[in-house]
C-alpha cells in the first residue's frame, strides 16, 4: 500500500528547512537535492565570510522517520560529509526520548 503524501520522513522537510534559516542564518535552503550519487534532504547555504567575501558554508541534514536501527542513520548521515561542511543527523522517533530541535 502507497504512502500517503505528508508521511515518511518527508514530512519533516519544511521543519528542517525553516530551522536552518533561523538557526544557521541559510539564505538558501532546499529538499531532496543531489546527484546519481546520493541525495541531500535538506540542505542549506550561510555566509561565512563577512563584508566583501563570497565564502560560503553549505549544511547539510539527514532526515529519518525512526524506522532504520540508529547506528545506520548516523553512518548514512557521517557518508554525507564529502558533501557538506557540516552534517546533521534529525531523526524522529516514538516511544522513546524524542529529540529536539531546540
Avoid: W
Amino acid at each position: 500500500m502507497p504512502r500517503k503524501r505528508n508521511q515518511g520522513e518527508t514530512r519533516h522537510y519544511p521543519l528542517i528547512e525553516k530551522f536552518l534559516r533561523k538557526r544557521f542564518n541559510c539564505f538558501v535552503t532546499a529538499q531532496n537535492r543531489g546527484t546519481n550519487f546520493g541525495r541531500i534532504d535538506v540542505i542549506g547555504l550561510r555566509d561565512i565570510g563577512g563584508d566583501l567575501s563570497g565564502a560560503i558554508e553549505i549544511i547539510r541534514v539527514e532526515v529519518k522517520d525512526g524506522n532504520q536501527p540508529f547506528n545506520t542513520a548516523t553512518g548514512q548521515a557521517y557518508s554525507y560529509s564529502i558533501f557538506a561542511e557540516r552534517c546533521y543527523l534529525a531523526d524522529s522517533r516514538s516511544g522513546v526520548n524524542p529529540f529536539s530541535l531546540a
